[in-house]
């Protein structure tokens, strides 16, 4: 079975629980992948952004990726994110990560340093030349300061061991063009979940979802129906998670989330600074929603 058959459907960009104490709580991470699992989405990433790697250590990745690794068993594929800004630096860490059980790494574009799109490109080719999985890019100008073209993203898709791509553009042009001249084997996936319904129903194989983590049911059954070209079902539930999504973003990523998580009991509402849990305005109305 190829990537991206293994990869089809709905991917959880997991968050990373806290004790009030602000050290990981593997318990509610643990009660978190069950949750995802159980839910029914087909596969977990772990160690993306939305588990707030940019305050996590060497070591607290390292325990993460293992951890995970235990809890899942092999019930679904597994993912493991590992980007960053210096190009060097992550080579060295494709050679020290436990990668033996993931299926794929996900690697975001580099951040503040805005490089040129050769730049971009010499630095996922200098990834996939180093890493023993597969890897699949990110493209996320939100967060990075730099648009990832599509031009850039094809020249990379020709290479082996560039496998996919997670599309956070928000540039419908830019994913159909992706998506009209992409290599037949390249997986292309949805990163935004507001997005994500005309994404799929443009031929997009997915989604790696920030909103997945708390509603994994509803979340990843939006999604198969897409996948079916069912659009009816799909937007029933979809547009149930319009006012979630607004409410998830609004502030910051993953405050949003893990106030929706708290409020179900999954974990604790920690965040490390510089994030800050929602204000008590946009919580109440996080409160409110599940009381629908």
Known sequence: MSLRQQLQGTGVALVTPFKTDLSI????????IDAMITGG????VTLGTTGETPTLDKQEKL???NYTFDKVAGRVPVVVGIGGNNTAELVKDLHKFPLDKAIAVLSASPNYNKPSQEGIYQHYKALAE????PILLYNVPGRTGRNMSAETTLRLAALPNIA?????????????????????DFLLVSGDDALALPQLACGMHGVISVAANAFPAEFSGMVRHCLKQDYTAAKSINDTLIEAYDLMFCENNPAGVKAFMAEKGWISNQVRLPVVPLSAGIHAKV????GK
């Open 25 to 32: 709580d593997f318990t509610a991470l643990g009660t978190v």
């Open 130 to 133: 180093a890493s023993p999985k």
């Open 63 to 65: 325990d993460i990726v």
């Open 41 to 44: 989405v087909e596969y977990l």
């Open 164 to 184: 996919g791509m997670k599309e956070a553009s928000g540039d419908m042009g830019q994913c159909m063009q992706l998506l009209r001249d992409m290599p037949e």
């Open 287 to 290: 409160r409110a929603y599940l």
